[in-house]
């Protein structure tokens, strides 16, 4: 019985959305302003990990969430930007374990020569899940400075229709991040 309450309690974890974690780092300029910017453009691309099939389709979403937030805000796209944009991207796979224990898994202790019963815990996985972390960094163009940093990391999800609607909420985090430590 208790074995499954912790399988649909494990369910329940991988089954629910958990809003993404932002991350603002500090920054050596204080002050982040966006609205002081006109432009802006992609600079770079960092990925390491292990990525999906449709890793080119989801980079490119992301982008295009990125512009439309900063076309939102009066920034324009430009070859020769005042605020270049880095984007990091770290996907890595994770292996979620519990320790056996009498109360979890009764029925297998090892038996011993006449009652001497014996006990010895184990690490047994329970699932693999993959953990992403996407950074952005705004570099201020002309100082060649980083102005504003920020991370967020999240459980991927495994059906690869619902990540879309995952990248937008991301970015609109960020965007909110922005807004918040911008003025």
């Known amino acids: 019985m208790k074995n499954w309450v912790l399988l649909i309690a494990i369910c329940i974890q991988f089954s629910c959305a958990t809003a993404a974690k932002i991350t603002v780092l ?11 910017y006109q432009t ?13 099939n449709q890793f080119q389709r989801n980079v490119h979403l992301l982008k295009t969430a990125i512009i439309q937030q900063m076309e939102n805000r009066g920034l ?18 994770k292996i979620q374990t519990r320790q056996t ?6 029925g297998t202790f090892n038996y011993i020569g006449q009652r001497r019963y014996t006990w010895k815990t184990e690490i047994v996985e329970v699932g693999r899940y993959k953990k992403g972390s ?9 100082q060649n400075q980083v102005v504003w ?8 999800p495994n059906k690869e229709k619902k990540i879309p609607s995952e990248i937008l909420k991301i970015v609109d985090a960020f965007f909110t991040k922005i807004n918040g430590t911008s003025k």
């Open 101 to 106: 224990g009498l109360m979890t898994d009764p």
């Open 134 to 142: 996407i950074r952005l960094d705004f570099v201020d163009a002309k």
């Open 40 to 52: 802006f453009g992609f600079y770079g691309l960092d990925v390491k990990g292990d990525t999906s």
């Open 76 to 93: 324009r796209e430009s070859p020769d930007p005042e605020l270049k944009i880095n984007i990091g991207i770290r996907v890595e796979e």
């Open 26 to 36: 500090p920054t050596d300029k204080l002050g982040f302003d966006l609205d002081a």
């Open 149 to 156: 940093m920020g991370i967020s990391e999240k459980i991927i």
